[in-house]
């Protein structure tokens, strides 16, 4: 059964001060791996997808980058404006379905 | 205008009540989703469909039918709403002849409330 777990749950970070959100997968034959950023009351924003281990991907001040086990989303000197919950998912060999993570909740305080 | 719509995007039912969800998309994507999302424990698969005529069941199907009307339209009907069912829905499609066919968008949502 696929599984993708991200930690931490929530992060709380200053303004500017630069961090990372984890996300580890265990899928049988990696098709791909999502993040998207969700805001309160909104359906999630599809921000990047990785597909082999060693790929980085960048957007403003967000990188994501990809090994065989896990995902890390990087923030570099975040902004108030970056506070959303992120989403992780994961697809498999064979399917064509997506498995999420539960999110991380990111607070970015001016 | 919005990509992926749904309607309504809020409801309150009492339980027994039949109730339906309906999305629409304008992408041209013949893939669409509908997934619930509850605190805790993060977004669920309900149905999906890769067609018209190709309807499948997802993780957490029991107490739920789905209608693909067309390929743009794309509705969730909860025959007799329980309580547990009060969940945030969205709707999804992804576009399978894109090398990244995996990814999906998904509308803004319909909190649902079932009393």
């Known amino acids: 059964e696929d599984q993708v777990t991200q930690s931490p749950e929530a992060l709380r970070l200053q303004e500017g001060e630069s961090s990372s959100l984890n996300c580890s997968y265990t899928?049988?034959?990696?098709?791909?791996l999502f993040w998207y950023r969700q805001d309160p009351g909104k359906g999630p924003e599809f921000l990047f997808t990785?597909?082999?281990a060693g790929e980085e991907k960048e957007k403003e001040r967000l990188k994501a980058t990809l090994t065989k086990k896990e995902s890390f989303l990087h923030i570099t000197a975040p902004k108030p404006e970056d506070s959303a919950t992120y989403l992780c998912?994961?697809?498999?060999?064979?399917?064509?379905?997506?498995?999420f993570g539960k999110g991380t909740k990111l607070s970015v305080i001016p | 205008d919005a990509d992926v719509t749904q309607t309504p995007r809020n409801r309150i039912t009492k339980t027994g009540k039949r109730i339906m969800l309906e999305c629409s998309q304008t992408?041209?994507?013949?893939?669409m989703y509908w997934y619930r999302q509850d605190p805790g424990l993060g977004l669920r698969l309900i149905y999906y469909?890769?067609?018209?005529?190709?309807?499948n069941k997802g993780e957490i199907s029991d107490g739920y039918s789905v209608s693909r009307q067309a390929q743009a339209k794309f509705s969730l009907s909860l025959e007799s709403a329980i309580p547990n069912q009060t969940a945030l829905y969205f709707c999804?499609?992804?576009?399978?002849?894109?090398?990244?066919?995996?990814?999906?968008?998904f509308g803004p949502g319909t909190r649902l409330t079932v009393l």
């Open positions: 998912a994961a697809s498999g060999a064979g399917s064509y379905q997506l498995t």
């Open positions: 469909s890769f067609d018209v005529k190709d309807i």
């Open positions: 992408k041209g994507h013949d893939r």
């Open positions: 899928v049988s034959g990696l098709r791909g």
């Open positions: 999804a499609t992804s576009d399978p002849l894109r090398v990244t066919y995996n990814e999906q968008f």
């Open positions: 990785l597909y082999s």
